[in-house]
């Protein structure tokens, strides 16, 4: 059967290649509050068409493998716990670099892609550690550096957290939004704060992370996403993978829309980072075809797509050796990340 | 394609589900299937076949009966010979029966899920993940209503035989939805699959007797449209069940009349999908994809018309564009589509050519480039905007993924837009503002209204049309009743008629004579003189004139007609306010009992004291209808998800009553009380021979506060007054109790634009019984159950 022809937002259909392509950077704009609170949002429509989805797409075969293999390029391989240390951030590092075993990328064909993962994502200590221990590789290093998670730090701390992190090599800042801001309605605060992050950030990307299980309802997200991207987030992030309850389909769907509606009026493409609980291969085809539905062909690349995860590299490389060997494979046959 | 290449190009790829099991099922039967009658296979008596054809390739699935009359005969006698039997079982045995079906179908129920998207070309996911489970859960909701039979159901009996005859874009839902019901209540079935669609029926057939279902309960006879004519004409038949088009509802109303077959039809469409400015536009985009792409667009209640707010329809109409672009139209058994195939070619041709005839009529035609499979019978998903009102695409139902857009600027011009249609199955609304989305649900013309949701079904939840969209509910327990009579019905005799008796003229003579009064009609809550200006004089059984009556005719009725559409106020009026309009005639008649019992003692020729038995009883089945106008209330169903479905009372609108010699003021207010109890106007016709109590009573309703048009009255030839009624097609029922004849031509009559009928077939009611005769026995007539679907939550 013959394959879709759909045009990507934007118009062309370019061949991607694992790594970065070129996004033009959202410039932000003025904090627009008509637009802010003529946000609706209807929850059950939204549930019927995240819980449809996985009913109407799927993929298989080679074509499942390779969807694997992109979303390997685009984890953010995180480690965010309090027992980190140099030697374990060291080891995940490694990992990134060399996310799936040869042999296995050999059978598929895919040997020569230099394949890794999208970053590596670690608190603001363990910096200069990762960007040393992925020096060469091209893969940047992402830092939480707002307080995280809670983000409950004096505001000018925040600041130099950052700036300190991108002075010590990090490429992407993952910040925290203040919850309250949201909870109370204070939208020009919360405006105030990403502008002020994402001017710390200078060339680092900024990410967003709305922290979507602390929010509660999905007019919150939808609208905290909108004023984070107007003050100019490149990505938008759900969660710190601390709260309750981190991404779901759900808080993607309304996120991603939120994303295409702030292109259709600006111009600007922002990614989207579903970040905590997303640990199986068949859950990360979901996010795929969702970005891929919604938004389009370019949300597939680690450009604008990451997916904060530890553990779900590994289950994708069982199923990736299952494919090549037809048998269903165990994680000790993988190296540890 | 390698993995290099997908990585390049992050397309799908093929995932077609096994369809292993299927074939060899499909082998098994190479010979050809059978009907279905009395528990096994048999072959035809014309011994002719015709092929189950896959639409998405052409490829030939299995040869199929088809039934003729010696088929229908047959199926029908098994089906006969079962009901007794089957009725007699106690409600938990049926219960148990049912139930099994129920497991029976999980268990089997990729099998259904592949047999059913290769035989009608509807995706598997689909087929799988709806229809299958769909069926399951009428079954298990039926099991219920047989377990419950007998307390909730004790006044109530099987109607009997019940000929069914489904269509083909739901063929195993549409089953379910039937037989369900059918077989629950103590009725057994004679199904006629649909030409296109058998193969599901003639498996769930095989799996119903291998779950133990007794011979003759179901059968099944395949076959074309001939097959499905003989059913409808055979005369072992008590009820015909009909889903398809209204083309062919029209025709079996017509062939029905008079056999006294009850009927239930659930047909075509044209739904209006509206779309408020304060909608979430994404979602209500995604909701137009669920109502006019789902099962490529061959839903009778498909959102096939879009009203949009002209304030977002450019933003609306844009992301719409967007999103068809990503629907995906492939084979039925991919597991990676939104569409599969049309169900015939004939039907792809009928959709190609309204499309066309849209476009020349000024329609904007936009179809995404995507890809179509090549051999089969595919269509692409298609928008028609700035369609008017006098389009034929927006008036006639495609039955294919084409939708039609129109905008509106107010919620008055919305409902105004959605109501102009002959249809009236379903209505979406989609507005986060909850008072409006309240407000406007009960002002459209649908059997089913859905906010902020489309297609949405359960078990539990009436679906059926208003208007020429059918009538009859499936599902609910409102649809139980479509498969019960009343007991105390059962036993109705027919209706003797007397000749006629010739005037004995008198001579005058010196006494002073009697002021004359001639009674005129009551048009719009005035006295007004027939429009032809006759009259016809009113004998006593003796032949004594005893009045006269204005001669009604066309034009009267028309008038009267007129005056009850233009008291639409009365349906919004309070039931408190209804009721106490309700006592307050009874209140007067009372003050006035003993002149109405004279004259109806004088008119009728009965004693005084039946006549005043009258009377008494007239004023206790007002207060009857006075304590139903607030109490017969609407339900709250829950179906399985977050939120409620209201099931509201709602009134035809109106209706007119052609109303029986016998007890002509108790049958008169007994059929015209509950009508107006519960919001309808009415255009009574009186008793043709005694006329003049009702006439009378004109004084009593225009000194009861009754509003205008409410109960309008023409006195005339019964017959000639029901014609004119049911051919006048802003008559939305009519209620017929009196001659068989009478009864037959108003069923025949009626298709113009299906009116919901009540007829006696010149059976003999008892109006003195309040069994037989008050309370939810004709209520149920007075209204149209209108679900509502909120589903809810932040």
């Known amino acids: 059967m013959a394959d879709l022809k759909i045009a990507p937002i934007g118009g062309s259909h370019p061949i991607y290649r694992t790594g970065h392509n070129i996004v033009a950077r959202n410039v932000a704009m003025p904090l627009d509050l008509g637009w802010v609170q003529g946000v609706r949002v209807n929850l059950s429509a939204a549930e019927r068409r995240v819980a449809s989805l996985p009913g109407r797409r799927t993929v298989k075969k080679d074509a499942h493998a390779a969807w694997l293999l992109k979303a390997i390029t685009c984890i953010d391989l995180t480690t965010l716990n309090g027992d980190d240390t140099v030697a374990r951030v060291q080891r995940l590092c490694a990992k990134a670099k060399s996310p799936v075993r040869t042999d296995i990328l050999q059978a598929l064909g895919m040997a020569d892609r230099g394949l890794t993962t999208g970053a590596v994502c670690v608190y603001h200590r363990f910096v200069v550690t990762a960007v040393e221990a992925l020096a060469g590789s091209g893969i940047p290093v992402a830092a939480v550096s707002t307080g995280f998670p809670a983000g409950l730090v ?9 700036e300190a992190s991108v002075k010590d090599g990090a490429q992407e800042i993952d910040i925290v939004i203040t919850r309250e801001h949201v909870l109370t309605g204070n939208w020009q605060a919360l405006y105030d704060e990403m502008r002020d992050f994402r001017a710390a950030c200078g060339d680092a990307h900024v990410k967003a992370i709305l922290a979507t299980g602390d929010l509660k309802t999905m007019r919150n997200v939808a609208r905290a996403s909108l004023v984070c991207m107007m003050a100019g987030a490149d990505f938008i992030k759900t969660s710190t993978g601390k709260e ?94 | 394609m390698s993995v290099a290449r997908y990585f390049d190009e992050m ?26 009658i009395g528990g096994t296979f048999v072959t035809p008596e014309g011994g002719q076949y015709f092929d189950a054809v896959d639409p998405s390739t052409g490829n030939i699935l299995g040869r199929v009966a088809q039934g003729g009359a010696d088929d229908v005969d047959k199926a029908g006698a098994a089906a006969r010979k079962a009901q007794g039997p089957w009725a007699k079982l106690p409600g938990h045995a049926r219960a148990r029966h049912l139930y099994a ?10 099998l259904l899920a592949v047999v059913e998207a290769i035989d009608n070309g509807k995706p598997i996911r689909e087929t799988r993940d709806i229809d299958v489970p769909q069926v399951a859960r ?58 296109f669609t058998s193969l599901t029926a003639l498996l769930f057939a095989e799996i119903a007797t291998e779950a133990g279902l007794p011979a003759g309960v179901l059968n099944v006879v395949t076959g074309d449209g001939s097959t499905g004519a003989t059913l409808v004409g055979h005369g072992g038949i008590d009820k015909i069940a009909f889903t ?25 469409g044209k739904s209006p999908f509206i779309v408020f400015d304060d909608a979430d536009i994404d979602g209500a985009v995604e909701g137009v994809v669920d109502a006019i792409w789902f099962n490529q667009g061959q839903v009778c209640c498909a959102g096939s018309r879009l009203l949009v707010q002209e304030g977002i329809a450019e933003t609306f109409l844009a992301r719409l564009k967007r999103r068809m672009a990503t629907l995906r139209v492939g084979m039925p058994l991919d597991k990676c589509i939104d569409m599969g195939a049309i169900v015939a070619p004939v039907q792809l041709e009928r959709i190609k050519s309204l499309v066309a005839t849209g476009v020349a009529e000024g329609a904007e035609l936009f179809q995404p480039n995507i890809d179509l499979p090549k051999g089969g019978s595919f269509y692409p998903p298609t928008l028609l905007s700035n369609v008017h009102t006098a389009a034929t695409v927006a008036r006639e139902e495609i039955f294919g993924p084409v939708l039609v857009s129109m905008t509106f600027r107010t919620p008055d011009e919305a409902v105004m837009l959605a109501n102009n249609t002959r249809y009236g199955l379903s209505a979406s609304v989609w507005s986060e503002t909850i008072g409006l989305a309240l407000d406007i649900a009960p002002k459209l013309q649908a059997g089913v209204v859905w906010i902020n949701a489309t297609n949405l ?40 008629v007397s000749e006629a008796v010739a005037e004995e003229v008198a001579v005058g003579g010196f006494d002073m004579p009697a002021l004359d009064r001639t009674a005129k009609l009551f048009v719009g809550g005035k006295q007004a003189r027939p429009d032809g200006n006759y009259s016809r004089a009113i004998l006593s059984p003796k032949g004594v004139k005893v009045g006269e009556v204005g001669e009604g005719n066309r034009k009267d009725i028309r008038n009267a007609v007129a005056a009850a559409r233009s008291a639409e106020g009365w349906g919004r009026a309070t039931a408190h306010n209804r009721a106490q309009i309700l006592y307050y005639l009874a209140e007067n008649l009372s003050a006035r009992a003993a002149e109405f019992a004279g004259r109806i003692a004088a008119m009728t020729g009965v004693s005084k004291a039946k006549a005043e038995a009258e009377i008494e009883a007239c004023i206790s089945r007002l207060f009857s209808y006075g304590a139903w106008a607030d109490k017969f209330e609407g ?57 003049l109590a009702v006439t009378d009573f004109y004084q009593i309703i225009e000194t009861s506060d009754v509003p205008a048009g409410v109960i309008n009255i023409v006195t005339g030839a019964a017959r000639d007054l029901t014609k004119t009624l049911t051919e006048h097609d802003d008559v939305d029922a009519l209620w017929v109790f009196g001659t068989k004849e009478n009864a037959t031509l108003a069923e025949k009559l009626s298709v113009g634009n299906l009116k919901r009928l009540l007829v006696d077939h010149g059976l003999l009611t008892d109006w003195f019984d309040g069994q037989a005769a008050e309370g939810p026995i004709l209520l149920r007539h007075a209204v149209q159950v209108k679900n509502i679907w909120i589903p809810y939550g932040e």
């Open chain 1, 154 to 162: 004096p505001h000018d701390i925040k600041l130099k957290e950052i």
């Open chain 1, 244 to 337: 309750g309850v981190n991404a779901t389909l759900l808080v993607t769907l309304i996120m991603i829309r939120m994303i295409r509606e702030y292109q259709e009026r600006t111009g600007f493409k922002v990614g989207y980072k579903p970040a905590g609980g997303i640990s199986a291969a068949k859950d990360v085809l979901n996010y795929q075809f969702l970005m891929k539905e919604e938004l389009g062909r370019d949300w597939l690349e680690p450009t604008l797509f990451r997916i904060g995860a530890s553990s779900l590299l590994a289950d994708i490389e069982r199923q990736l050796e299952h494919h090549v060997t037809g048998r269903y494979s165990a994680y000790n046959r993988h190296a540890a990340g």
């Open chain 2, 244 to 268: 398809g088009s209204s083309e062919v509802g029209k025709l079996i109303r017509e062939k029905t009349a008079g056999s006294g077959k009850s009927l239930t039809l659930e047909l075509g």
């Open chain 2, 11 to 36: 397309s799908y790829g093929p995932a077609p589900e096994a369809d292993t099991e299927a074939r060899a099922w499909l082998k098994r039967h190479e010979a050809g299937f059978g009907h279905f």
């Open chain 2, 457 to 496: 079904f359960d078990a539990a939840v009436g679906f059926g049309g208003y208007r020429e969209s059918g009538y009859g509910r499936e599902g609910g327990k409102e649809g139980a009743f479509e498969y019960l009579k009343p007991k105390a019905w059962s036993g109705r005799k027919a209706r003797v």
């Open chain 2, 101 to 110: 079906l129920a497991r029976a179908v999980q268990r089997n129920a990729r």
């Open chain 2, 138 to 195: 009428h079954f298990y909701y039926h099991a219920g209503w047989a377990q419950l039979q007998a307390s909730e159901f004790a006044d109530q009996v099987p109607v009997g035989v019940v000929g069914q005859i489904i269509p083909w874009n739901f063929p195993l839902l549409m089953l379910a939805w039937k037989v369900a019901p059918a077989l629950a209540l103590g009725n057994t079935v004679v199904l006629k699959p649909a030409e």
């Open chain 2, 635 to 691: 339900t709250v169903h829950t179906p399985p998800l977050r939120g409620v479905a209201l099931a509201m009372n709602e009134p035809i609108g109106v209706v007119g009553v052609i109303c029986p010699d016998e007890a002509p003021l108790l049958a008169f207010i007994s059929l015209v009380a509950p009508l107006i109890a519960m919001g309808n106007r009415v255009v009574a016709v009186p008793s043709e021979r005694h006329p």
